[in-house]
């Protein structure tokens, strides 16, 4: 997986490639939350988006993973938005992929 230091106005094609088995199956693993809420979405997600995810998207999802279950949540439902490192293009469409899959629920 490339670092979490690119963007989403990276224009390295490879940040735009899909994830291969191996990258996916790291990515599911440190995905697994401690809160059954998160787990929820990010299942949902992951049903829904994995065979098409690419490198820049697993890249925001480890940006999301990176913090505190409860602040997972309230980004995931809603009650806050992303800040600071959060407030990038390529963070905020991959939240908005996980807060589809509660709509589809």
């Known amino acids: ?3 979490a230091m690119s963007t989403a ?14 990258a996916l199956s790291k990515l599911r693993w440190r995905c697994r939350r401690g809160l059954l ?17 690419t490198v820049r998207q697993a890249d925001a999802l480890g940006l999301l993973m990176d913090l505190s ?12 938005a992303p800040r600071d490192d959060l407030a990038r ?12 899959t509660r709509q589809s629920a």
């Open 37 to 53: 809420e998160n787990d929820l979405f990010i299942e949902r997600f992951f049903a829904r988006h994995e065979s098409g995810l």
């Open 69 to 80: 279950d409860n602040d997972l949540l309230d980004l995931l439902l809603g009650r806050k």
């Open 89 to 100: 293009d390529d963070v905020t469409r991959v939240l908005g992929m996980l807060r589809a």
């Open 9 to 22: 106005t990276d224009p390295d094609p490879a940040l735009d490639a899909l994830l291969d088995e191996r």
């Open 1 to 3: 997986m490339s670092t």
